[in-house]
Each structure stands twice: as structure tokens, then as C-alpha cells.
């Protein structure tokens, strides 16, 4: 059974950092290319960031540039989107993707809270 589960959301003040984890099952994490997605209410769902197999080439919004920062353990079937100085703008849910061709896996997602 294929599953992506998202965890490491929460409320967080502006400025500070969160790093949301994606734990893959049921497939070949390593040849997947991992994209983080993030969706607020009445917005379409947004891009976040992309991380590639097998070369680990990454491609950010231009948002999070500078800020976020993709990876992957293949070893362990796991995503990270790291995300510092946090903006209110930030706050949404985030959704990991792995893609392969016309493969296609989504988690649940996990809320992200940016609030003083």
C-alpha cells in the first residue's frame, strides 16, 4: 500500500524555522522525484519545491528561495522541507508529492501555522 505521511507542521512566530519530514511506503522512494506542494483556503495549490533523482537537483518558488531548503534520505524513504525565517504568507497546508512519469502519490498533508 502506498502511503506519504507529512508530519512536523505547527504554529511557529514569524522569524522563526520548521521542518516538516515526508515518510514514504509502499514504493521505490529513490526513484521518485519528491515536490512539496502548499494550499490555502480560496488559492489553487502552489508549488513549493522540487528535489530530482538520481541527480538531487533542486528548484524552489521563488517565495522560499533562500529560505526553504529541500533534501532526501533515500535510505530511510524520507522527504524534509526545511524552512526558516518563516513569513505569515507561509502559513498554509503542506502536501508532499513523489512523481515518477504518470505516477503520481500525495500525503495528507500537515497545517502550518506562521502567527504571532
Known amino acids: 500500500q502506498v502511503q506519504l505521511v507529512e508530519s512536523g507542521g505547527g504554529l511557529v512566530q514569524p522569524g522563526g524555522s520548521l521542518r516538516l519530514s515526508c515518510a514514504a511506503s509502499?514504493?521505490?522512494?529513490?526513484?521518485?522525484?519528491i515536490n512539496w506542494w502548499r494550499e490555502t483556503p480560496g488559492k489553487e495549490r502552489e508549488f513549493v519545491a522540487t528535489?530530482?533523482?538520481?541527480?538531487?537537483?533542486?528548484h524552489y518558488h521563488d517565495s522560499v528561495k533562500a529560505r526553504f531548503t529541500i533534501s532526501r534520505d533515500n535510505a530511510r524513504n524520507t522527504a524534509y522541507l526545511q524552512m526558516n525565517s518563516l513569513k505569515s504568507e507561509d502559513s498554509a497546508i503542506y502536501y508532499c508529492?513523489?512523481?515518477?512519469?504518470?505516477?503520481?502519490?500525495w500525503g495528507q498533508g500537515t497545517e502550518v501555522t506562521v502567527s504571532s
Open positions: 508529492n513523489a512523481r515518477l512519469l504518470g505516477s503520481s502519490y
Open positions: 509502499g514504493f521505490t522512494f529513490s526513484d521518485y522525484h
Open positions: 528535489i530530482s533523482t538520481p541527480s538531487g537537483a533542486t
